[in-house]
């Protein structure tokens, strides 16, 4: 079983929808929770925190379920410009022992117009 | 220009061959690192420096080695490329608060590696 699970998609979504992605985590001892974002061929950049009483950004909403060990990011009226692979990022320990960020395989959102 | 820089931007190479990334930062940061990205599988650390003299494995360093030349410069090295060795490869930085505590890693704009 991978550490941190996404669902690849793609999700492909029509301008203005919600939609969300969930990532479950195995290692019920991660402390720290985090949204990235990559476009095509770029790099990947930190596109927000996960807080334990969840958090919003503008149109974008995160939140935490540490029983279920999964996190949830909610993307409410969708832009063109959102289209990009999001990935799920879970601060744990790994092998060898060091608490070191582990990466989401990613989901890829298309927004449609 | 970029904060995080990378070279070379695309590289192909045979099987056996030696090969060096290079990675360079003006942010000031301490801590680099190095991922490789395969689709499906997500970025993996390969290896991480929190400073000049400090160099520690990640999860998948097997076949790779890493020296920390200055504060700004982490080079990655393969010295018998395989096919497998073909990815995707990212160097990153962070700063004593980010990385495992705000989460922030800057990123460069990545090493495209084919190994035929």
């Known amino acids: 079983r991978k550490e941190v699970e996404q669902d690849p998609g793609p999700f492909n979504v029509p301008e203005g929808a919600t939609v969300a992605f969930n990532c479950t985590y195995s290692n019920s001892a991660s402390q720290s929770f985090f949204w990235y974002r990559q476009d095509c061929r770029k790099e990947p950049k930190l596109l927000m925190s996960?807080?334990?009483s969840g958090n919003e950004d503008g149109r974008f909403t995160a939140q935490l379920n540490r029983a279920s060990q999964y996190i949830s990011l909610l993307i409410r009226d969708s832009k063109l410009s959102d289209s990009a692979t999001y990935l799920c990022?879970?601060?744990?320990?790994?092998?060898?022992?060091?608490?070191?960020?582990?990466f989401g395989s990613g989901t890829q959102l298309t927004v449609l117009p | 220009d970029a904060d995080v820089t990378q070279t070379p931007r695309n590289r192909i190479t045979k099987t056996g061959k030696r090969i060096m990334l290079e990675c360079s930062q003006t942010k000031g940061h301490d801590r680099m690192y190095w991922y490789r990205q395969d689709p499906g599988l997500g970025l993996r650390l390969i290896y991480y420096s929190f400073d000049v003299k400090d160099i520690n494995k990640g999860e998948i360093s097997d076949g790779y080695s890493v020296s920390r030349q200055a504060q700004a410069k982490f080079s990655l090295s393969l010295e018998s490329a395989i096919p497998n060795q073909t990815a995707l490869y990212f160097c990153a930085t962070s700063d004593l608060a980010g990385g495992l505590n705000t989460g922030e890693l800057f990123f460069g704009e990545g090493s495209r590696l084919t190994v035929l």
């Open positions: 990022v879970v601060n744990q320990i790994s092998s060898g022992s060091a608490r070191q960020l582990t």
């Open positions: 996960v807080y334990s």
